[in-house]
């Protein structure tokens, strides 16, 4: 059975950094597509980055300059490194992972997903 599992997340000011981790057990994604999205309240899931086998990488423009996703694959494992942040990133912040290698930002691109894990940024 695969599982991703982020880390605890947290309340931070603005201005901040945090990082988020993910773990995958179950099967191996380290020749597949792995992001990040998530999701505000009120608000629809959207994405934030993703990272393929290549270490490639995309961004949503909002966190361009700020987040940094990559990945080590001897851990299975993917990070958003969080720089800057802004009372607007608040959200929960979701791990996904897919079966492909393309880099793609739509949610029903990724067969697998985290819990989810709350950041909220105060100004």
């Known amino acids: 059975q695969v599982q991703l599992v982020e880390s605890v997340g947290g309340l931070v000011q603005a201005g901040d950094s945090l990082r988020l981790s993910c773990a995958a057990s179950g099967r191996t994604f380290s020749s597949a597509a792995m992001a990040w999205f998530r999701q505000a309240p009120g608000k629809e899931r959207e994405f934030v980055a993703a990272?393929?086998?290549?270490?490639?990488?995309a961004y949503t423009d909002s966190v361009k300059g700020r987040f940094t996703v990559s990945r080590d694959n001897a851990k299975n494992t993917v990070y958003l490194q969080m720089n800057s942040l802004k009372p607007e990133d608040t959200a929960v912040y979701y791990c996904?992972?897919?079966?492909?290698?393309?880099?793609?930002?739509?949610?029903?691109?990724?067969?697998?997903w985290g819990q989810g894990t709350q950041v909220t940024v105060s100004s």
């Open positions: 996904a992972a897919s079966d492909r290698v393309q880099l793609v930002a739509r949610r029903d691109y990724y067969q697998y």
């Open positions: 990272i393929g086998w290549r270490y490639n990488t």
